[in-house]
DNA sequence: CCTAAGATG
DNA sequence: CATCGTAGG
């Protein structure tokens, strides 16, 4: 059973732009730059290579967005452009991607709901220019332990519920999993316990999926699911640079790689791999050491995971490899929501 | 007694420059830019006043020594100019010191010995750049507790017997005291235990003094002493901006001013104070905190003392409060010794 | 290599 | 408001 709701959502919008309906688009539709081709297919054609980008991963430049088309024409099954944008990013201290200039990434984005993982900020020490931005109501869930884990929801929408932990004792302190419930489906912002360092919590993580299945598959018996956030495995030899090398590291243990396949067996999509099941060097986190991210030193561990019966909505999955701010970057998920969803 | 005398000096200058005997300059003689009003008076001109410089105290801009006079023309009771420098500089962390471009306070100092106190860093954990100046030899006692204290010693002479602490257990292991016998002095190179917040180390502090004095008395009774350091105290209210507020603060309490005083009864002299007796403002610690440093509101908690048998020989005692690179200055006494300080 | 907190000053 | 060490990743 759940326990009540709380809406952490004490300020009003200063603008008056007005809220936006989830499946109304937060800007006039754009031209897309790119040919018209139909993609009738799920298979797409890659994402861009980076460019020879020697950007440091702490520029505060309000210019690397300017090179980034934030725009997608992609389709769903039915040939409908996307009509809700998700976004999600681990941002590795809401403070220090505050000082990096990370508030620039939403606006440029303008997704409909941004899931932020790794706040770690306590929320008595959240800044207001992340706790009040015009436009998005905001759910924030701190760990107990100071300057550790937390994630937090921006949204345009006021879900309709929200719900804080996974309901367990040993799990809950450490602000890691916001459920927000809108009409249409549930909304997971995740940040997925790290096995550590000589897999010392590979326990806790193990006990961390068998829950997180549990509280899944429960909600999918209501309405569809929609999983975001840093799950803390590369799913696949294809999902990270050097599979070989890590096979007993966390992150792509056996035993983390098969809690993301037991989760997609229950009836959820990798939708990038879906869109993408070829398509490699795509990563959305490179560690700060050894220079990692100028080499494409990378692994996949933030994904977005729907429910099957979501497929038909799915416009596209996207990495934002281009942006820099922390050491994961954003993804993003474009759908095309009608009331045939409900 | 003493115990054995290490010394920790085992690169030889790179250079071909060759060492210089102490009582040598280091540079050949450069005009004085001041006029050469004869300084028959123990009585000085105030340093000039700080221009009204905003630079930070990270500044790492190598051109802030490009304004500073390092000369000095003073000269001694019998009318000689300076043939030895003394320097000392407590650099809050010698590793951050070196990134903010301390190395370059030496090439321009150039004095023949620098005494620095909170080095915080053990020895192992010394970058090359620091232990290897060409030029000098080195002296360093670092705390047994990471990241704390330490004091070291670079010299372009060897000390004849370098003794490391006071031989006095509870007191001994926070690298707080460097003694270095030359021919014609004792050099003490200390950082005083502060006190702390809320006066929580005030005993230490007491028993220190108590110790060091013992110390410093029986040293005095073999050669004639110069102490230089970082004393944690400011003796009287013309030491500080704030002595109303800071009566019951480290650094300005009765107890810790006693001990000032206690030891200058002893035959010990305050050079700079001697020299410069009205001066106000003249300060060589100013807290990271509340911008002070650009206010002046400041502390004089760095010393040269000497045995008062020295003071034939004192020529100038400086403060380089144009020095950037810690939350303190250095400081520069000049002296004129011949044959007859033996 | 980065973030953060905590201790110390 | 700086310097550290350490934990965590």
Chains 1, 2 share one sequence.
């Not at 505050?98 to 941004?114: D, F, R, S, T, V």
């Not at 932020?116 to 900020?121: A, G, S, T």
């Not at 927000?180 to 997971?188: D, G, K, S």
């Not at 080499?295 to 416009?315: A, M, Q, T």
Request: net charge neutral; glycine share 6%.
């Amino acid at each position: 059973e759940e326990q009540e709701m709380e809406v952490d959502d004490t300020k009003p919008a200063k603008t008056k732009r007005g809220q936006k309906k989830i499946g109304e688009k937060t800007e006039p539709e754009e031209e897309p730059l790119d040919s018209v081709e139909p993609t009738s297919k799920r298979r797409r054609k890659a994402p861009e290579e980076k460019g020879g980008d020697t950007k440091k991963t702490t520029n505060k430049s309000s210019t690397q967005y300017d090179k980034i088309d934030f725009s997608n024409s992609s389709k769903n099954a039915q040939n409908r452009e996307w009509n809700i944008k998700i976004s999600c990013w681990n941002v590795d201290g809401i403070r220090a991607w505050l000082g990096k200039g990370g508030l620039e990434y939403i606006a440029h984005e303008k997704p409909n709901i941004l899931c932020l993982q790794e706040i770690k900020c306590s929320r008595d020490k959240l800044p207001e220019e992340v706790t009040n931005i015009p436009g998005y109501h905001a759910y924030w869930l701190c760990s107990e332990k100071e300057g550790y884990a937390g994630v937090g929801i921006y949204t345009t929408k006021l879900a309709m519920n929200v719900q804080y932990g996974l309901q367990n004792k040993e799990l809950d302190d450490e602000g890691r999993i916001i459920t927000a419930e809108y009409e249409q489906f549930y909304l997971i912002c995740t940040y997925v316990p790290n096995s550590g360092r000589k897999l010392v919590t590979l326990d806790k993580r193990m006990k961390w999926n068998e829950e997180f299945r549990k509280h899944v598959k429960t909600l999918d018996e209501k309405k569809p699911v929609i999983i975001c956030g840093d799950m803390n495995v590369s799913h696949n030899e294809i999902d990270l640079t050097n599979p070989k090398s890590n096979k007993r590291n966390a992150g792509f243990t056996d035993e983390e790689r098969a809690g993301m396949t037991e989760l997609l067996g229950d009836g959820f999509v990798d939708t990038f791999r879906l869109l993408y099941p070829d398509k490699s060097g795509a990563y959305t986190f490179w560690s700060y050491m050894f220079n990692s991210r100028a080499k494409n030193v990378g692994w996949r561990l933030d994904y977005f995971i729907i429910s099957e019966r979501l497929l038909p909505s799915l416009c596209d999955s996207v990495i934002r490899d281009q942006v820099y701010g922390s050491d994961h970057c954003p993804i993003s998920l474009f759908l095309h929501l009608t009331s045939a969803d409900k």
